[in-house]
């Protein structure tokens, strides 16, 4: 029998950020947890430890994959430090690992994890990030946007 | 305050064995799981699913760092599937996933995981693996194996 | 005495594209030829197979970095091909291992490498691909491109 | 028409070692070159470098795969340095890109390689390294060595 596996969301977004978009992760990686779900990230600061945050004040597992060696490098809502030591290419591993995808506001490395996401067809949910056309869904409020993704998720497996 | 973060071990060893190497490769994942700590794997059969299977069976938490790019290739006792879609490549990163690292008896993948813990100073504790050299702790009973593999671990960190 | 090294330009773009388009990506390989540059690109069709003609027409050196593990999925105009077996992850190194990089259109992969050069702040030129904001230098000519991408890559060594 | 590739050989070995080994390496790398082969290596210093060294002397093509993101960490004998920021992991990559690869004595990175050649069954012959069973050519002369490696990839392509 096959295991029922939990569906994964990635968050992902900006490493520094304001205070009021770690709480917007914060929400989204909360709902993701309530319904069950497991949040993958890259593991460090700003939407990552939001994301996180909010994931593991609801009880949820959290998964961080990160660009350096050293797994303390982890933010402390982080459950599983998976150092890479790939640097940057570990953006591609966060997006490989997700059902869905949701994104925040972030510079280049998110703009990477949002072209992967589509390259690799996964769902892909953006709270206010890149505009990059119709494969999008663009959602403003972060429980919503991750309520689409935990569907979208389910559809796609 | 940082998250005291559960002792990670790294169980490798071939992909296809018999039922007596896969029962020992379980013996190690329940008692790592049994003392807390989490096993991560290459995710597929053979060692890495009895591994897991011990591990489930202790009620610990099983990560399996996959080939290719379909979680569902994971065996029935993974917990948290992680497809990469990079090959053999991701041998490295289940051993970097890892504060030590038990090897079974298997082909040139283990080899290849086995030279990568040594590269990277993981603690190396050997069940009957390649023989190469005093870097390594030769150990018989797969129990045994684990416990100090667990111990070697903490002193790492 | 440290060797004077070539410079070397990525060019990137659809697998699949227009035979006018090839054409431009031909121009611009043809260029940085011309001027004594290695164009490196993903080594398959379109944009790639443009890119690695024109170099080898004007005598240049072509490199190729697959995404899969058989190096004779080249096109025939490959040099040196690398097979990496790594998927799209090597679209990260294709951008790694230039000194510039220029975009002509393509879909998401291009977006990826587009994100990764401007990532690892590497010179950016674009004729007519992905707009991502004011790092990017855009020029509409594929010539003109190539020329500026070898200025920038100079200037940036 | 698909281009005649040239053969490519991996050459890999320590990192730090003498100057009797260093020269061991040249020959095999001069012997390559003068064949019409070009030499893949890690980029670095001890092996790599005299094998490096040795091709660029008989006037072939050296191709260096570095773990770093920078290409001036470079020998000053790599034609072309592909930096990866991958770390160790780009052992891998050394030996995707080669047809056959030839092994000095080195430590664990050396053995990793060694490893991988083995799992991707690529032809491998040893000049005094690792000893990992009859998968492996053993051969003293380094210059012999380089002489069955090319006929082996010859053979295998």
Same mark, same amino acid.
């Given at each position: 029998?096959?295991a029922?596996?939990?569906?994964?969301?990635?968050?992902?977004?900006?490493?520094?950020?304001?205070?009021?978009?770690?709480?917007?992760?914060?929400?989204?990686?909360?709902?993701?947890?309530?319904?069950?779900?497991?949040?993958?990230? =890259?593991?460090?600061?700003?939407? +990552?430890?939001?994301? &996180?945050?909010? #994931?593991?004040? /609801?009880?949820?597992?959290?998964? %961080?994959?990160?660009?350096?060696?050293?797994?303390?490098?982890?933010?402390e809502?982080?459950?599983f430090?998976?150092?890479?030591?790939? =640097?940057?290419?570990?953006?591609? +591993?966060?997006?490989? &690992?997700?059902? #869905?995808?949701? /994104?925040?506001?972030?510079?280049? %490395?998110?703009?990477?994890?949002?072209?992967?996401?589509?390259?690799?067809?996964?769902?892909?949910?953006?709270?206010?990030?890149?505009?990059?056309?119709?494969?999008?869904?663009?959602?403003?409020?972060?429980?919503? #946007?991750?309520?689409?993704?935990?569907?979208?998720? %389910?559809?796609?497996?």
């Amino acid at each position: 029998m096959p295991a029922v596996r939990k569906t994964v969301i990635a968050i992902v977004g900006a490493g520094k950020c304001s205070r009021k978009l770690r709480d917007m992760a914060a929400a989204a990686g909360r709902y993701v947890a309530e319904q069950g779900g497991v949040v993958v990230c =890259g593991g460090m600061s700003g939407v +990552m430890e939001g994301a &996180a945050r909010g #994931a593991r004040e /609801a009880g949820g597992v959290t998964i %961080g994959i990160l660009p350096g060696t050293d797994k303390s490098d982890a933010n402390e809502f982080i459950d599983f430090a998976l150092p890479t030591g790939f =640097g940057e290419a570990r953006n591609i +591993m966060v997006v490989r &690992a997700a059902d #869905a995808v949701i /994104a925040f506001p972030g510079k280049y %490395g998110t703009l990477s994890e949002m072209a992967f996401a589509l390259k690799m067809k996964k769902p892909l949910v953006s709270v206010g990030a890149w505009k990059l056309g119709d494969d999008i869904v663009q959602i403003d409020d972060p429980v919503e #946007a991750a309520r689409v993704a935990l569907e979208m998720a %389910g559809e796609n497996q």
